[in-house]
């Protein structure tokens, strides 16, 4: 592979459509400042994950409303050995995400141009040792800690709605989830437990605010988080490659949690209106109720899945 020298100072390198970004923005410029309303506050929950608390917002507004970095953040940022993962002070050590998060025309070519940059070229990486793919490893990491904190939350969710488009790629690394198209291949084999753990997220909305009894604090939930998306994916990419092992799952303890859990989803997608933990006036819990059950009922999940809804639904509701 060619090493190509990453040049901190040049926009280019950074944000490729940086001028029909700020175009956007100075077209959409009301738009955009409430969006900006939404994100500082998410913001603020990356902070524990940096020792630098102060001092981010203005890198953040410039990347966000001009698709650029501020020329003395690129000065400081083009003196360090690996840029990308040093570039945390400000941008959390992980610029791709916040690069996807706040893109005005995010769509699929643009996902997949960064993800082919990130793993074919060592973007913002100057030394060999390092692999381009941990840019993603990172990305992905920040994301998956911060979309479940609870209480920066609200109708934006924690990336406006993108991460619709973003959810298969961020846990299976393509769109359509197979390995020979995943940009995760050969540097990432997710677990049968980290696969079932991502269908998490964003199935909490079906029950509305999350209550933690042991703080005695009511927060709000991520109500777009990529756990309802990829439902019918992720239950495929298991089928093929750990379809012994979902089968035997039910017998072994380390599963028995996310099982359950699933279940639990199940039977409040298929007993929405008469379950006691379900919000039913909340758009965005209904819309989750309604994409889960479309691919139960238009058989797009893999039969591992499918079957846990039949019985289920054979069951009927449980829950008083």
């Not at 990130?118 to 920040?142: C, K, N, Q």
Request: aromatic share 16%.
């Amino acid at each position: 592979m060619t090493i190509v020298i990453f040049d901190a100072l040049d926009d280019n390198a950074w944000v490729p459509d940086h001028e029909e970004w700020e175009e956007y923005n100075r077209n959409n410029l009301e738009q955009r400042k409430q969006e900006w309303k939404n994100i500082t506050p998410i913001l603020k929950q990356f902070a524990f994950m940096t020792s630098v608390k102060t001092g981010y917002l203005t890198v953040h507004k410039s990347l966000f409303f001009k698709g650029r970095l501020p020329s003395e953040y690129k000065v400081e940022i083009s003196k360090k050995k690996n840029p990308c993962i040093e570039a945390g002070d400000k941008l959390f050590y992980c610029f791709p995400l916040f690069y996807l998060w706040y893109h005005p025309m995010l769509n699929e070519q643009v996902i997949e141009n960064l993800f082919e940059k990130l793993t074919t070229d060592p973007f913002v990486y100057r030394r060999p040792d390092y692999i381009s793919a941990e840019g993603i490893s990172s990305m992905l990491r920040s994301f998956f800690r911060v979309q479940n904190e609870y209480d920066a939350f609200k109708d934006y969710g924690m990336m406006g709605g993108r991460e619709e488009i973003l959810a298969p790629y961020f846990l299976l690394g393509s769109k359509n989830g197979t390995v020979e198209n995943s940009f995760r291949t050969g540097w990432f084999n997710p677990s049968l437990k980290t696969l079932l753990s991502g269908m998490f997220p964003g199935t909490w909305v079906l029950q509305g605010k999350y209550e933690d009894k042991k703080l005695g604090q009511v927060y709000s939930v991520n109500p777009y988080g990529t756990g309802q998306y990829v439902w019918a994916k992720v239950s495929k990419y298991i089928e093929r490659h750990f379809n012994d092992e979902i089968h035997q799952a039910g017998d072994d303890r380390k599963y028995d949690v996310k099982l359950k859990f699933i279940d639990d989803v199940i039977e409040r997608v298929l007993f929405f209106d008469e379950h006691p933990k379900t919000v039913k006036e909340d758009p965005f819990a209904i819309a989750c109720r309604d994409r889960l059950l479309s691919q139960y009922r238009n058989n797009e999940l893999a039969d591992w899945l499918s079957e846990r809804f039949v019985k289920r639904d054979k069951l009927g509701l449980e829950v008083s």
